[in-house]
């Protein structure tokens, strides 16, 4: 069973393949209301960036898309996707902080410049703390769960100095 679902997995990889068309997909389905859905997407979305040094392919998909997969990341964090999904969302920020941190913070920059993005509950100054803490805790993968679950906690209205 592993060995096929490795063999299908390479499809996905190859220099023929629409790894735009299937990352913008996978983006889409970040922000669906099905729990399991987004949780499997995360999990093929971290590996699929993992792969982004070692593919030409890959990383022109991710470098192309990456305003639109930042946009739709935040979207899910933020209400788009069930809460009890955020933490899944959380686990790509791990990858595109050592793969691109860069790009990474430039377009989280830009995109949360946006006022009452992700939503309205969301101040400008939770949205600066949020991104020098991404930044910043890149390495860690269990503090980077704990920042985004607190910045979705705000971004629904909840205020999340309770679970601090």
């Given amino acids: 069973s592993s060995g096929i679902n490795a063999e299908y997995g390479q499809i996905v990889y190859r220099r023929e393949s629409n790894c735009k068309a299937v990352l913008r997909a996978a983006m889409t389905a970040v922000t669906m209301q099905e729990y ?6 995360s999990r093929w979305l971290v590996e699929f960036v993992g792969h982004y040094p070692n593919s030409s392919t890959v990383e022109e998909a991710i470098t192309s898309q990456f305003t ?23 686990d790509l ?19 949360l410049a946006t006022e009452n ?3 309205k509950h969301i101040t400008r100054k939770s949205k600066d703390l949020f991104i020098q803490s991404i ?8 503090r980077l769960k704990v920042i985004v679950k607190e910045f979705s906690l705000e971004c629904r209205g909840y205020n999340n100095q309770a679970i601090r």
């Fill in 68 to 90: 639109f997969l930042i946009t739709e990341l935040l979207r899910g964090i933020g209400t788009a996707s069930p809460s009890s999904t955020v933490e899944f969302l959380g």
């Fill in 36 to 41: 399991h859905t987004v949780k499997e997407v």
């Fill in 117 to 119: 993005f992700p939503t």
């Fill in 93 to 111: 920020f791990n990858p595109l902080c050592r793969m691109c941190p860069d790009q990474l913070g430039e377009t989280l920059r830009a995109t």
């Fill in 135 to 142: 930044l910043k805790s890149s390495h860690q993968k269990r």
